[in-house]
């Protein structure tokens, strides 16, 4: 694996020494995988290189990518066989010289000043070698929808702001996988050498687990001016992973590493928080029991037992009922206060 150093001159403010690599993991879609491709050939600094990382897809998103290529640009991998998505990003982590870089979904977009605004957030902040932007949330055609994005960081960087090294893992336990995706993550090469790469067995979580590791070795910064357009549709491997059960195992696992986190052991309201996360899990539970037998049920249930405790979490359900029934039949996101 090609590892840039971490003394390398990533404090750089000559804009010709910041090259970022957009990374763009591929697995079909090819109809979005369109309009993701035209967002990055549309950006305002034309100073970018671009990797395909294609985990195995269909014929035709391969034609597709194979059209590209005339683009010095850009560079492109294929995988002999289906990595899943943190699988194929380490790969391709492996697969990028450049310093930076940023990951793009395939159902995703760029907004058109995205690398140029990057580009002046490295200048200023050059101890930092990790950036999470917020983002715009659109539909399957490209409409805007709900800003949840945006209220949500509202919550706990209502500006951009500096997180120190260690400090953001707060902000990872009470709000939870706070960057919601992983396009828009800009990436200094050199943390994956001290945090290690991305838990390629997991399918859900493992951009919030990545993230707890990675920000007690770096500050982070979080940039509010959204840098990404991010699409929600049925398509996406969020709801197949609900169907799975993956969301809920993942998740579980993550919230009982984080109480057990030495950073965190002197937090009083550790487990107040990790119950309001686990109530959601609970809430899934006790609607797909009947689909999912008594057997399955009484595994998950004790899968919240072992984690954060069934009978803290079940009060956490409890005094999350007035705000799901006040939300009922709107478009509110499903976020009652902690």
Known sequence: MILINSSLSYTTCNWYELPITIIL?????????????????SQTDRDWRLHIADDGSDVQTAQLISQQLTDPRISYARREKNLGLFGNLNHANAEVSTPWQLILCSDDELKPDAISRLKTSICENPDVRLILSSYESIDIDGQLRHDVNGEFYDLFAPQTH????????????????????????????????????????????ADWEWLIRASTYTSVLIRREPIARVRVHDGQLSVSNQKTHRELL???????????????????????????????????????????????????????????????????????????LRIRGTDLPLLPPL
Do not use: M
């Open 25 to 41: 993991p591929v697995y079909g879609r090819s109809e979005l995988l369109k309009a993701a491709l035209s967002s990055v050939y």
């Open 162 to 205: 500096l997180f120190g090294s260690g400090e953001l893992l707060r902000p990872l336990l009470r709000f939870g996988s706070i960057n919601g995706n992983i396009t828009g993550l800009l990436i200094h090469h050199s943390l994956f050498a001290d945090a290690g790469l991305w838990r390629s067995d997991w399918t859900q979580a």
């Open 250 to 324: 993942e998740t579980l696992d993550l919230l009982s590493e984080l109480l057990q986190h030495p950073l965190l052991e002197h937090c009083p309201e550790r487990y107040r928080w990790a119950s309001h996360h686990a109530q959601f899990q609970l809430w899934n539970i006790l609607k797909r029991c009947r689909g999912a037998g008594l057997r399955q049920t009484l595994r998950n249930l004790l899968a919240v037992q072992r984690s954060v405790g069934l009978l803290r979490t079940s009060l956490a359900l409890f005094r999350s009922f007035p705000y799901r």
